[in-house]
């Protein structure tokens, strides 16, 4: 049996990779640190706690006796640990710059001191910046442009700093924008799909021309899955998908598809320093034999029905106070300027 320290597993792609490792590696222990930020949800998990194969702890990647209790004995760490949300980097980037960048490189020393066999760092295509033609290649340089993406790529260069000087069996993945069961509502597609349910307008920022492709949770899943177990260590893999689809046409579709007024389509000031594209070159991770199983249409489907089927699991999140005081206070600013 090995056994495998999951960072962030608590949290949205985390706990999906939780349930993928618990499904298709039956010879693999999980163990999930998680501080539990307002992202991360016991609710998300709870499915796992049934079998002895798999143990959580609450704690914070950034307490190096934390990080060395849950780190040892393990042979694999994967880092989900993050504040992901761009709008909440502009806001305050202070919680980024201390897990996404201060988190690695505690997780990099406990892991170097206890000989970790595989150090996965989850890591996203932000890194590379706005790409307005073109697909980003592994080697590019990076051009980060919000708080969050840029703690991101700082903690990318600290991740390959390992490898060359230290030779720890480091790799990294950089996914495209994932959606999926138990994303926070705070994302663009569970927020349009929300809050159609809701009857309550979709916001598209400026004038919805910024595009993304998506990629569906498992997908990505089965792709961290891949480069942990057949990656080269030192390489960083870019993980996605090429249909771009935009704001507009986001917003659009999900009204469509919930049968709600289209009149719900709302234009609201723009996010600051919007990145208007992301594409990535997937050559890499192909040539170790992944695809996407799922095309935009189906994702969206299934994304959609998940949150049609689990009100109880997002209604109780929207209910927060946090998560109210948080849009009021992000469309107040935005608003203002
Ligand atoms: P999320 O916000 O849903 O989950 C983050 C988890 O990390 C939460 O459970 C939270 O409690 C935990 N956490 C935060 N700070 C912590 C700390 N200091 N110590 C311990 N745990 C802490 O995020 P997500 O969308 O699942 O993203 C996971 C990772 O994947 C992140 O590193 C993100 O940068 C990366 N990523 C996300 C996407 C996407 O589209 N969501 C795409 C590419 C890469
Ligand atoms: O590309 C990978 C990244 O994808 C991850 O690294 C991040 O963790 C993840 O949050 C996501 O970042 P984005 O900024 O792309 O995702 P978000 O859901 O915030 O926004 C997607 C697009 O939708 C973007 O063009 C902004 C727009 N948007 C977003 C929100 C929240 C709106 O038009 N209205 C909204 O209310």
Not at 204 to 216: E, H, I, N, Q, T
Not at 266 to 285: K, Q, T
């Amino acid at each position: 049996m090995d056994a495998m320290l999951v960072t962030g597993g608590a949290g949205f792609i985390g706990s999906n990779f939780v349930r993928y490792t618990l499904k298709h590696h039956p010879e693999t222990q999980v163990v999930v640190l998680d501080a539990l930020t307002y992202a991360g949800n016991l609710a998300n998990i709870d499915d796992c706690a049934g079998t002895d194969r798999f143990r959580f702890v609450q704690g914070d990647i950034r307490d190096r006796d934390t990080v060395d209790d849950a780190m040892r004995g393990v042979d694999t760490v994967v880092n989900f640990a993050a504040e992901s949300h761009v709008d909440r980097s502009i806001l305050d980037p202070s919680s980024f710059i201390e897990t996404n960048y201060n988190g690695v490189y505690v997780l990099l020393e406990a892991a170097r001191h206890l000989e970790v066999k595989r150090f996965l760092q989850v890591s996203t295509d932000e890194v590379y910046g706005h790409v307005p033609a073109g697909f980003s290649v592994e080697s590019d340089a990076f051009a980060p442009r919000s708080p969050y993406a840029a703690s991101k790529a700082a903690a990318d260069l600290l991740v390959q700093s390992y490898f060359t000087t230290y030779g720890m069996p480091v790799l990294i993945t950089r996914g495209g924008n994932t959606v999926g069961p138990y994303q926070y509502p705070e994302k663009v597609l569970p927020l349009f799909i929300t809050n159609a349910l809701e009857y309550k307008p979709l916001p598209v920022y400026g004038d919805g021309s910024a595009v993304r492709s998506y990629l569906y949770v498992e997908d990505h899943c089965s792709a961290i899955d891949r480069v942990l177990r057949s990656g080269e260590a030192g390489n960083a893999y870019n993980v996605g998908t090429n249909r771009e689809v935009n704001g507009r046409d986001l917003a659009a579709r999900i009204l469509e598809i919930l049968d709600r007024p289209a009149g719900l389509r709302e234009f609201v000031p723009d996010r600051s320093g919007h990145d208007l594209r992301y594409a990535l070159d997937c050559g890499r991770i192909q040539a170790l034999g992944w695809r996407p199983s799922l095309d935009f249409d189906a994702l969206l489907d299934r994304t959609v029905r998940w949150y049609v089927d689990h009100p109880q699991w997002w209604r109780e999140i929207r209910n927060e106070s946090g998560f109210r005081s948080y849009y009021k206070k992000q469309y107040d600013e935005r608003y203002q300027t």
